[in-house]
């Protein structure tokens, strides 16, 4: 489940440095106030066996804003979403936000004009297509041809080959956080974007948005899609589209 806020901004650009970053500790913000204990253990232990975050988040989006070469830009009407597979993240949320009128998004204040609940699709059919809107981003294993570990900073783009393994581990490592149907695969990817980078708390996370037919139990796929694709979806990696 997400939740999708409708903002107005007088800015008319964010720096490039801010459009995810301000995301994570905002939702902490917000759970310090709406839920503190559960904010808490989530920051300070994660969630389940794994440890994992269970939330995510998107950039903050303005369709109407006039487009300039190398700058994000914003202005007026835009959409900014929030989302969590569990419903006491969720609810913490809402009630953080609940007088919250505006808020400071890494310098930029957006004025807060709507919280509105969307609840994620059935995908009764077992599968789902899910397309991003944020770059996925994927460590490998950084071993070389001979299997000598070189990095640990190895990160994959789509279509490199040790991306669907780790991708689809991934997928299944959500799955078992929440006590959900691990046996989920990916059928394709149907679609990579432009490779980009953003900052984070500890430097640029390189990824690309991309599309994926996925295939699993219809409330694993739920909480996937409430989630995100890939790893760092609390820092604004991987969200998807509604």
């Given at each position: 489940?997400?939740?999708?806020?409708?903002?107005?901004?007088?800015?008319?650009?964010?720096?490039?440095?801010?459009?995810l970053?301000?995301?994570?500790?905002?939702v902490?913000e917000?759970?310090?106030?709406?839920?503190?204990?559960?904010?808490?253990?989530?920051?300070?232990?994660?969630?389940g066996?794994?440890?994992?975050?269970?939330f995510?988040?998107?950039?903050?989006?303005?369709p109407?804003?006039?487009?300039?070469?190398?700058?994000?830009?914003?202005?007026?009407?835009?959409?900014?979403?929030?989302?969590?597979?569990?419903l006491?993240?969720?609810?913490?949320?809402?009630?953080?936000?609940?007088?919250q009128?505006?808020?400071?998004?890494?310098?930029?204040?957006?004025?807060?004009?709507s919280?509105?609940?969307?609840?994620?699709?059935?995908?009764?059919?077992?599968?789902?297509?899910l397309?991003?809107?944020?770059?996925?981003?994927?460590?490998?294993?950084?071993?070389?041809?001979?299997?000598?570990?070189?990095t640990?900073?190895?990160?994959?783009?789509?279509?490199?080959?040790?991306?669907?393994?780790?991708?689809?581990?991934?997928l299944?490592?959500?799955?078992?956080?929440?006590?959900?149907?691990?046996?989920?695969?990916?059928?394709?990817?149907?679609?990579?974007?432009?490779?980009?980078s953003?900052?984070?708390?500890?430097?640029?996370?390189?990824?690309?948005?991309?599309?994926?037919?996925?295939?699993g139990?219809?409330?694993?796929?739920r909480a996937?899609?409430?989630?995100?694709?890939?790893?760092?979806?609390?820092?604004?990696?991987?969200?998807?589209?509604a």
């Amino acid at each position: 489940m997400r939740l999708q806020l409708t903002v107005r901004t007088t800015a008319s650009s964010l720096p490039w440095e801010h459009v995810l970053k301000p995301g994570r500790g905002l939702v902490y913000e917000l759970l310090a106030r709406g839920a503190p204990e559960l904010g808490a253990r989530l920051h300070e232990e994660g969630w389940g066996d794994t440890g994992m975050v269970p939330f995510g988040h998107s950039s903050p989006v303005f369709p109407a804003a006039k487009r300039r070469r190398g700058s994000y830009a914003v202005g007026g009407v835009g959409l900014l979403e929030f989302g969590s597979p569990l419903l006491e993240v969720v609810e913490g949320l809402a009630k953080g936000l609940s007088e919250q009128t505006v808020m400071d998004w890494g310098g930029t204040a957006l004025r807060v004009l709507s919280v509105d609940p969307v609840e994620p699709p059935e995908f009764e059919s077992g599968i789902a297509r899910l397309r991003t809107k944020t770059p996925v981003v994927m460590k490998g294993s950084g071993r070389d041809d001979e299997g000598v570990r070189t990095t640990r900073q190895a990160w994959l783009l789509p279509t490199e080959p040790e991306f669907a393994a780790y991708f689809e581990n991934n997928l299944r490592r959500k799955a078992l956080t929440l006590g959900l149907d691990p046996d989920v695969s990916v059928d394709a990817i149907t679609w990579v974007g432009a490779k980009r980078s953003f900052a984070v708390g500890n430097g640029l996370y390189p990824g690309a948005p991309l599309e994926a037919e996925l295939r699993g139990a219809p409330d694993t796929l739920r909480a996937v899609w409430s989630w995100g694709l890939g790893q760092a979806n609390s820092a604004g990696f991987g969200w998807v589209a509604a």
